[in-house]
């Protein structure tokens, strides 16, 4: 965990689980022509050379600052994608897009009141906005950690980190979207993920959410103590069922809007 980049291994741990909202999300987006397609948060580039493959007409570009995870995207998919390392936040095309495809990455993103208008902006007229984000910040997953790093010992190095829940409601981001689009699909879906092996919730977000507090931390023996505290202490939230899976109820935020 000293690298404070993304580990392309770890995140596919749960590749299955972790696809199928963005699958899901996919199914979603209407069936028009596109020439111009985004992938704003792509990581290893699986949903963007879907996307490549239902419009193989497009350009389509897959937009990531993990550099880790593009150089598994251009592996599996070398020629497929425009490949490009940037911030997400500044991320700005050339030309209006037909789609801009967003799966679990914006909720790492600030101010979504000037960030969703921005890029729905993006968008040529009738063009696509698709972007789920995790919406699961109450759940013990994400309450235990940010307990664990007010602890002392703990506090002052993740003092900065503690972020609360960066996803709004969804009427808030109807409020948002809605001004600048003709129309929005807005859902919620809670998945109940059947995990296996020893604290598989915490070793879930040791690539994801606990990524922030770990990298935070000073050495590897620092992350490490963290880590088994966090895990000793989800096991109570997310006990083992009779067979010996661990469930993982986790809900995501999903929007689809048309300019």
């Known amino acids: 965990m000293s690298d404070q980049d993304w580990d392309p291994a770890k995140y596919e741990q749960y590749d299955r689980d ?14 028009h022509p ?39 995207a251009r592996t599996d998919n070398p020629d497929q994608v425009l490949w ?3 911030n997400v ?11 801009v495809y967003s799966n679990a990455a914006l909720q790492w993103l600030d101010d979504h009141a000037s960030l969703f208008p921005r890029i729905a902006g993006f968008l040529s007229t009738g063009g696509v906005l698709a972007v789920q984000m995790p919406h699961n ?18 506090s002052a190095d993740l003092s900065d980190v503690r972020r609360s829940d960066p996803v709004a409601p969804p009427d808030v981001y109807y409020d948002i979207l809605r001004p600048h689009v003709s129309e929005l699909d807005i859902w919620e879906t809670t998945y109940l993920h059947v995990l296996e092996g020893d604290d598989p919730v915490a070793h879930w977000t040791k690539s994801t959410g606990l990524r922030p ?13 963290f880590f088994e505290r966090y895990a000793t202490a989800l096991q109570a939230h997310y006990p083992k069922q009779a067979d010996g899976k661990t469930l993982f109820p986790f809900q995501r935020l999903f929007m689809v809007a048309t300019r």
Not at 18 to 31: E, F, K, N, T
Not at 143 to 151: G, Y
Request: charged share 25%; proline share 6%.
């Open 34 to 72: 596109m020439k111009n397609i985004v992938d704003l948060g792509c990581g290893a580039g699986a949903q963007a050379a879907a996307l490549k493959r239902r419009w193989p007409e497009a350009s389509v570009t897959g937009v990531d600052s993990s550099l880790a995870m593009l150089d598994r």
């Open 137 to 154: 910040y109450d759940a013990p997953s994400h309450q235990v950690m940010r307990t664990i790093a007010e602890q002392a010992g703990w």
């Open 89 to 99: 936040a500044r991320f700005m095309p050339e030309h209006p897009l037909d789609l």
């Open 18 to 31: 972790r696809a199928r909202p963005a699958w899901d999300l996919m199914d979603r987006i209407p069936a």
């Open 84 to 86: 490009l390392h940037g």
């Open 213 to 225: 507090f770990l990298n935070a931390l000073a050495d590897d023996a620092e992350r490490e103590a």
